[in-house]
C-alpha cells in the first residue's frame, strides 16, 4: 500500500494500533452488537443514513440513534486512519457527512414536532419559511476533526407566522418557532445521555454573539453584516456554508444567504486593512493560549493554537483569501489545502511554500486526531504520557517518539516562519515608532510637524502643506498613525539613498487623493518591498503616477516576486481570466457588470506590470510594443468569446467572423493608451447575418469602450473599413475582399493600401485566416504605376504634415521631415511598388525590419537602409521616453541631426 501525504511510511503498521486508544476500547466494549451495521470502508452520506434507519429498527428513538451512529462512526474512522487505511480527505469528509446527516435528521425531528403544536411557519405570500443551517469553520469547508464541535448559525428566509395546530390555535411568529426549533437541536444534538452526545453545539459566532438571539432573519444578518460586521468575522463567514437541511441545498433556496455573505466577506478592492485586523485577532488568541498554558507547561504544545500551529496555516492563506478574493474570485474556496494550492497558482505564493504548508497542514492535523482518539476529548494539546507519544508516533509511521518530535518541530518551525513573513510587514523601520495618538487637530500638527523634521529641501515644503490638509485632517486614528509610520520609512530610505526626492514628491501627489482609501495605506505599510518599487517606478516617469491614479489598485502588481523575470503570457492571461468568470458563475455574479470590470482589472493589472518592467529597463521599446500588442490581441479574444456566449439573437454556437487589425495593432507597435484600429469581417450565409453580427459587434465595442467604475480598455476606431464611417460596422468578407482587390465600382484608395501593409488578422473565424492573407498579399503585390503612386504618397503626406506644424526652431520626431512618418510613408511606397517582384517586402515585419530588407533587395543603396532602420529605432525610443515623462516630442534638431539626416536620406533616395 503507498504511503499517504504527511506520513512517511505506513507499510507496517499493525492492524491493532487503534485498540491502544482508550476511547476504541469502550466502543467495542460497549457497541460490540452495533460495530457491523457500518458497512466496510469510510462512511459515506448514504451508509450513515442506512446505518441510523437499521438503529431505529433495533428500537432506539431519534436521539439514541443519532449518538450511537456518532460512536460507529468514530470507531471505524479511528480505525481505518490509525491503520494507514484512510487519509486525512477521508477522515474529515466522514465527519462532514456525520454532521450534515445528523443535523438533517434532527431538524425534521424537530420541524414534525414543532408543526404539530404550532403549525407551518408561513411568509406573508403563503409559501414556508425556509430555515438554513449554517455551518461554519472546518464544518463549512468539510474539514471537522474527529472530536469538533460544530459552529453554527441558524438564520431564516422571511418573517412571517405559522398556521396554528390542527385547531388553528397556538400561533407564533415565525421568529418565536425557529427560535424553539433551534433551541430543541441544541438539545437534540448536544445534551450528554448514556451513549453520550451527536456533536457540541457553539452559536457564539451569530451576530452579536451570546448576546444576540439564537436565529436571525436574513434581512437581519444582512443588516447587521453591513453596519456591525467585524472585520475577524469575514474571516468566520469565508467558510460558511449551508449544511442542512437537505433540501435547501437541494432546491437551490441557500443561494440566497450567498449573496448576503459575498459582498462583506469579499471586498471590491484589494483589502490590506485586514493585515491589522488579522494581526490583532492572533495575538489575542495567542494571549489566551499562554493564559491557559501559565501554570501548565504541558498545554503549550498546542498543534492547534501555539506557534507554528493549525491555525497559523488557516490564517496565512485566509488572509490572502480575504485581500484578493474581492477582485479574483478564482480564491474564494473552502478547504485549507485547495486554497494553497489557489494562492500559490494565482502567484501570491511560492509554489514550493504552498506544498510545504500543505504538508504541515495534512500532518498537524493528523497528529490533532490521534491525540482526539486517545479519549474522544476536544483537545490539541500533545499528552504527556510517555506510551501515549509513542502510540501518535507509531500510527504516524515513526519509529520512535523522537523521530516524530523532530518532524513535528521541523512541520511547526516552517509554518510559524511563513506566518511570521506574512504578517511582518509593519514591523520593519527602524525609525518608525508606531504613535498615532487618540484625538485632537493640535495633537495631529505635532505629530506631522514631528515626522516632517525627517525630511528637507522641497519634500519637506510639499508634506506640510499636508498639516492643514481636509483628507489628513480626516482620517481615523488608525489610517492616521499608518500613513505617519509610511513617511517615518520614507524618510528612512531617502536618507540611505534607496529612493529619489522626485518619487517623493510623485508619491504625495499620487497618495493625496486616495488618502481616504485607507487600504492603500495598509498595503504600503505591510509590504514593504511593493512600496519601495512604487516609488521607484514615480521616480522614473511622470505617465506611470497618472496611470496610477486612474487605477491604484494595480499597485499590488508590483508584489508579484518574478514580476521582471517574465513576460506577458497571452494563453495564461486567457486561462485566468476564463478560471475567474467561472468562479462569478458558480456564485451567479457573472452579470455583464461584472464581467467588463473583471475584463478591466486584468487589463489594467498586466499593462501596469508592462510598464513597470518598462521603467526599470527590462524591456526594450520594441519588446513593450509586442507584449502591449499581444495583450490587446488576447482581450479582443476574450471580449469575443464572452460577447457571442451572451448574445441574444446568435444563432451559432462559434462566429463565423473575424477582426483585422491596423495601424499600431496591425504592426505590433501599441503604446500606452494607443487605440485599436480594426476591420470587422464576416463569412455567414444566414440571412439574418448582418443583422446578428452587427448587434455582435456593437456589444464588443461597448464592452471595450464603455468606462466603468474600473475605467475603460481601449478606445476603438473603425475608419478603415470599408468607405470608412460612412459603411457598415461590419463587412461581408467578400465585399472587403472585392473593396480591396479594386473589384467593382466602389474600391479602395491608394492610402487605405498603404494602411493594408501594416494589417493583420488578429483572431475570429479559423478559415478567414488564409483568405484575408490571400486578399492582403494581392493588394500589396498588384501591378502599380511608380509615377502616380509616388505623387498620391507624396500629396497624402503633405496632407499630414499640414494637420501636424512643428515649430521652426524645433524637430518633431514623429512629423518633421526626416522624422518617423517619413520613414514609414517611403517604406510603404517601396513595399507597394516593388512586393511583386521582391515578395519579402510584403511580410508585416514593422518598419526596422522592412528597411533592412529593402537596402538587402538593394531598393536602397548600401549603408542607407541599415542607418535609417537605426534612427527610427532611436526616435521610436525618445518617443517612447517623452510619453511616459509626459513630455513634448519636440526636440532641438541639432540633438537628432544624424538621425533625421538619415531618415532624409531614404525619403530622398525614393521619392524624389
Not at 510517555?386 to 504516524?396: G, N, V
Not at 487605477?551 to 486561462?575: K, Q, S
Amino acid at each position: 500500500m503507498d504511503s499517504l501525504p504527511g506520513v512517511p511510511c505506513l507499510v507496517d503498521l499493525p492492524i491493532d494500533l487503534p485498540l491502544y486508544s482508550r476511547f476504541v476500547q469502550r466502543l467495542h466494549r460497549r457497541y460490540a452488537d452495533e460495530l457491523p451495521l457500518l458497512p466496510p470502508g469510510s462512511p459515506t452520506r448514504d451508509s450513515l443514513r442506512a446505518v441510523y434507519a437499521a438503529l431505529q429498527s433495533r428500537g432506539l428513538d431519534t436521539s439514541a440513534a443519532l449518538r450511537v451512529l456518532r460512536q460507529l462512526t468514530l470507531e471505524r474512522l479511528a480505525q481505518r486512519d490509525c491503520t494507514g487505511q484512510a487519509d486525512l480527505a477521508a477522515v474529515t469528509q466522514g465527519m462532514t457527512w456525520l454532521a450534515e446527516v445528523t443535523l438533517d435528521i434532527a431538524w425534521q425531528q424537530v420541524m414534525a414536532d414543532l408543526d404539530a403544536l404550532h403549525g407551518a411557519p408561513t411568509q406573508a405570500s403563503g409559501q414556508r419559511a425556509e430555515m438554513w443551517i449554517v455551518g461554519m469553520g472546518k464544518l463549512g469547508a468539510r474539514e471537522l476533526n474527529v472530536s469538533s464541535d460544530i459552529d453554527l448559525i441558524y438564520v431564516y428566509d422571511e418573517d412571517g407566522e405559522t398556521l396554528g395546530n390542527s385547531e388553528g390555535r397556538n400561533k407564533v411568529s415565525c421568529q418565536e418557532y425557529f427560535t424553539r426549533a433551534v433551541k430543541r437541536m441544541y438539545a437534540l444534538m448536544g445534551d450528554t445521555t448514556e451513549h453520550g452526545f451527536v456533536f457540541r453545539v457553539d452559536l457564539a459566532l451569530r451576530p452579536n454573539g451570546n448576546s444576540g438571539p439564537s436565529v436571525v432573519s436574513l434581512g437581519a444578518l444582512e443588516e447587521y453584516l453591513l453596519v456591525q460586521g467585524r472585520e475577524w468575522e469575514r474571516f468566520a463567514w469565508m467558510k460558511s456554508r449551508v449544511v442542512a437541511p437537505r433540501t435547501a441545498m437541494l432546491n437551490g433556496s441557500a443561494q440566497a444567504l450567498r449573496a448576503v455573505v459575498l459582498p462583506f466577506v469579499f471586498r471590491r478592492y484589494l483589502d490590506y486593512n485586514v493585515f491589522e485586523s488579522l494581526r490583532t485577532l492572533h495575538q489575542q488568541i495567542r494571549d489566551h493560549a499562554a493564559k491557559r498554558s501559565a501554570g501548565h507547561p504541558e498545554r503549550a504544545n498546542d498543534v492547534k493554537l501555539s506557534r507554528g500551529g493549525i491555525r497559523e496555516i488557516e490564517f496565512t492563506v485566509q488572509l490572502l483569501q480575504v485581500v484578493r478574493g474581492g477582485q479574483f474570485p478564482e480564491l474564494r474556496t473552502r478547504p485549507t489545502l485547495d486554497a494553497l494550492q489557489r494562492v500559490a497558482k494565482a502567484g501570491l505564493m511560492p509554489q514550493a511554500t504552498a506544498d510545504a504548508l500543505s504538508a504541515a497542514y495534512v500532518f498537524l492535523r493528523q497528529v490533532e486526531h490521534r491525540i482526539q482518539y486517545l479519549d474522544d476529548q476536544q483537545t490539541h494539546v500533545l499528552p504527556t504520557r510517555d506510551d501515549d507519544l509513542a502510540w501518535i508516533a507509531q500510527t504516524l509511521g515513526h519509529a520512535s517518539t523522537c523521530s516524530f518530535l523532530s518532524a513535528l518541530d521541523a512541520h511547526r518551525e516552517v509554518v510559524a516562519q511563513e506566518f511570521d513573513t506574512l504578517l511582518g510587514g509593519d514591523r520593519d523601520c527602524k525609525t518608525c515608532n508606531g504613535k498615532n495618538g487618540k484625538s485632537g487637530h493640535g495633537r495631529e500638527h505635532a505629530e506631522l510637524e514631528s515626522v516632517l523634521s525627517d525630511f528637507i529641501g522641497p519634500v519637506r515644503v510639499r508634506l506640510a502643506q499636508w498639516v492643514d490638509n481636509p483628507r489628513v485632517l480626516a482620517l481615523r486614528d488608525d489610517a492616521r498613525g499608518r500613513l505617519m509610520r509610511l513617511l517615518q520609512r520614507t524618510a528612512q530610505w531617502l536618507g540611505e539613498g534607496r529612493i529619489s526626492e522626485v518619487a517623493v514628491l510623485r508619491m504625495a501627489d499620487w497618495i493625496e487623493p486616495l488618502l481616504r482609501r485607507e487600504s492603500y495605506l495598509a498595503l504600503m505599510l505591510e509590504r514593504p518591498s511593493v512600496y519601495e518599487r512604487l516609488l521607484r517606478l514615480l521616480g522614473a516617469a511622470k505617465w506611470p503616477a497618472r496611470y496610477l491614479l486612474q487605477h491604484p489598485g494595480v499597485i499590488d502588481e508590483l508584489a508579484g516576486g518574478n514580476l521582471f523575470d517574465t513576460r506577458f503570457d497571452a494563453a495564461e492571461f486567457e486561462a485566468e481570466l476564463q478560471a475567474r468568470r467561472a468562479a462569478l458563475q458558480r456564485t451567479g455574479e457573472d452579470d455583464e457588470e461584472s464581467l467588463m470590470n473583471l475584463l478591466r482589472r486584468a487589463h489594467h493589472a498586466e499593462q501596469f506590470r508592462t510598464l513597470a518592467r518598462d521603467v526599470e529597463g527590462v524591456l526594450t521599446v520594441e519588446q513593450v510594443a509586442d507584449d502591449l500588442s499581444a495583450l490587446a490581441d488576447a482581450v479582443l479574444r476574450v471580449t469575443a468569446r464572452w460577447c457571442w456566449d451572451r448574445l441574444k439573437n446568435r444563432h451559432r454556437d462559434e462566429p463565423a467572423m473575424a477582426i483585422i487589425g491596423y495601424g499600431k495593432l496591425g504592426g505590433k507597435e501599441l503604446g500606452y493608451g494607443s487605440d485599436l484600429d480594426i476591420v470587422f469581417v464576416y463569412d455567414d450565409e444566414d440571412e439574418r447575418a448582418q443583422e446578428i453580427y452587427a448587434s455582435y459587434v456593437r456589444k464588443m465595442i461597448n464592452w471595450m469602450t464603455v468606462k466603468t467604475a474600473e475605467g475603460d480598455v481601449y478606445e476603438i476606431d473603425t475608419a478603415l473599413r470599408p468607405n470608412g464611417n460612412s459603411g457598415l460596422l461590419v463587412t461581408r468578407f467578400e465585399a472587403y475582399a472585392d473593396y480591396q482587390q479594386q473589384r467593382g465600382s466602389n474600391t479602395a484608395w491608394t492610402w487605405e493600401h498603404q494602411a493594408m501593409t501594416r494589417a493583420r488578422f488578429v483572431m475570429g473565424w479559423p478559415s478567414l485566416a488564409p483568405r484575408f492573407d490571400a486578399v492582403r498579399h494581392a493588394v500589396i503585390s498588384a501591378p502599380r504605376d511608380a509615377v502616380s503612386l509616388k505623387a498620391e504618397i507624396v500629396a497624402m503626406r503633405e496632407r499630414v504634415r499640414q494637420g501636424h506644424p512643428v515649430k521652426p526652431d524645433q524637430f518633431d520626431v514623429k512629423h518633421s521631415p526626416g522624422g518617423m512618418v517619413d520613414a514609414e510613408f517611403a517604406m510603404q511606397y517601396l513595399v507597394l511598388l516593388h512586393a511583386p517582384a521582391h515578395p519579402e517586402l510584403a511580410d508585416n515585419v514593422g518598419n526596422i525590419a522592412l528597411l533592412q530588407r529593402a537596402e538587402k533587395a538593394v531598393l536602397l543603396p548600401q549603408g542607407v537602409g541599415q542607418a535609417a532602420a537605426n534612427a527610427y529605432r532611436e526616435m521610436r525610443r525618445l518617443q517612447h521616453r517623452a510619453r511616459l515623462n509626459e513630455e513634448p516630442t519636440q526636440v532641438d534638431p541639432l540633438s537628432l541631426s544624424s538621425a533625421r539626416d538619415a531618415v532624409l536620406a531614404v525619403w530622398r533616395f525614393v521619392m524624389h
